[in-house]
């Protein structure tokens, strides 16, 4: 699992080629709200605290959005590392991290 500075630094080098921008807003929970608005097609976190996301995954699980830890297995509160996207470009994501 992906976990210190060089780590999300790599994962951040293998998504730029395929992706228009990428954003660093802030706030977790606002991150996961854009998501389930259409304003953006991914979140990825990796040590997010529970109080920030457990709001915005509900959403998101509400929206039909998907969202799973780093390897793909399904949600838990008790994972702060989790890929959340709009569904369709979630395998894409996952994959990235398999390399």
Known sequence: ???GAGD?????KNLAPEVLNIRIFGASVRNLTYLAEGIVDAVIEFDDKIWDYCAGA???QEAKGKITDHSGKPFSPENNRY???NGFI???LLNRFRE
């Open 1 to 3: 699992m992906k976990t």
């Open 58 to 60: 509900t959403i998101i």
């Open 90 to 92: 979630h395998e894409s």
């Open 83 to 85: 890929i959340a996207s």
């Open 8 to 12: 999300k630094l790599e994962v951040l």
